[in-house]
């Protein structure tokens, strides 16, 4: 089958990162943010973790940005509602010093604008456990703009995280494409390689490279930014 769609990753793929170390970072801005509206640091963060769990779970009954608040307000009650303002205010203003604690590869741009050259589709399949409003952030950090992707998954817009395969499958009706038609780019073996078992054509990208549970990677090509266009070359 044709490649018509080349599906992203973001953290890790096309933003470079350490993956734990922007998470400590990322919660340390929040608990320094929120702890002065009344939020203790260690509870905050448990809670964060809480409805990064719902999100993870949910069944596709509402969107992720639905369960995470619902997980939210188990803990915190109502006051949640009233407080949202602060947690968007959040994202606009502090998490933006995240920026300083990743890396940058010019090359990410450069093989997305490849690609759109080709007329070959690109989607952002980033984990949607962010608002939109933090991954617009982060593409914006990778050299890329959102309207450089046909769609980029959030937890407004999606149902299921990563590696749920009706995550994937939501992603590709959104756009209208089949997974053979497409070759998903991202540096998660658990998360990003699961589509390799139901057709989907895969790149791991190693640079930032994950694989917590010691998977064996040996039949997924793999490699750096150079390694991919090559990759691409062949099969588009």
Request: proline share 3%; glycine share 6%.
């Amino acid at each position: 089958m044709a490649i018509t769609t080349v599906l992203f990753d973001l953290d890790g793929t096309l933003l470079p990162m350490d993956n734990d170390y922007f998470t400590q970072v990322y919660f340390k801005l929040l608990a320094g943010k929120m702890a002065q509206y009344g939020y203790q640091p260690d509870q905050l963060i448990k809670a964060v973790w809480q409805g990064t769990k719902a999100m993870v779970l949910n069944d596709g009954s509402k969107t992720n940005c639905e369960a995470f608040w619902d997980s939210f307000r188990q803990i915190y009650g109502d006051r949640v509602d009233n407080d949202l303002p602060l947690f968007e205010e959040f994202y606009r203003k502090e998490f933006q010093q995240g920026q300083k604690h990743c890396g940058f590869n010019p090359k990410a741009a450069q093989i997305v604008k490849y690609l759109k050259d080709r007329n070959i589709e690109v989607a952002l399949a980033t984990n949607p456990i962010f608002p939109s409003i933090a991954t617009e952030s982060r593409i914006s950090w990778a050299g890329l703009d959102k309207n450089d992707f046909s769609i980029f998954t959030t937890y407004e817009n999606s149902h299921y995280c990563k590696p749920n395969i009706m995550y994937y499958k939501e992603v590709c009706d959104r756009i209208n494409v089949d997974f053979s038609n497409c070759v998903m780019v991202g540096n998660d073996v658990s998360e990003d390689m699961v589509v390799a078992n139901y057709g989907m054509k895969v790149f791991l990208l190693t640079e930032c490279l994950l694989n917590k549970k010691e998977l064996d990677t040996s039949s997924y090509p793999q490699g750096n930014f150079d390694d991919l266009k090559v990759y691409l070359d062949s099969i588009i």
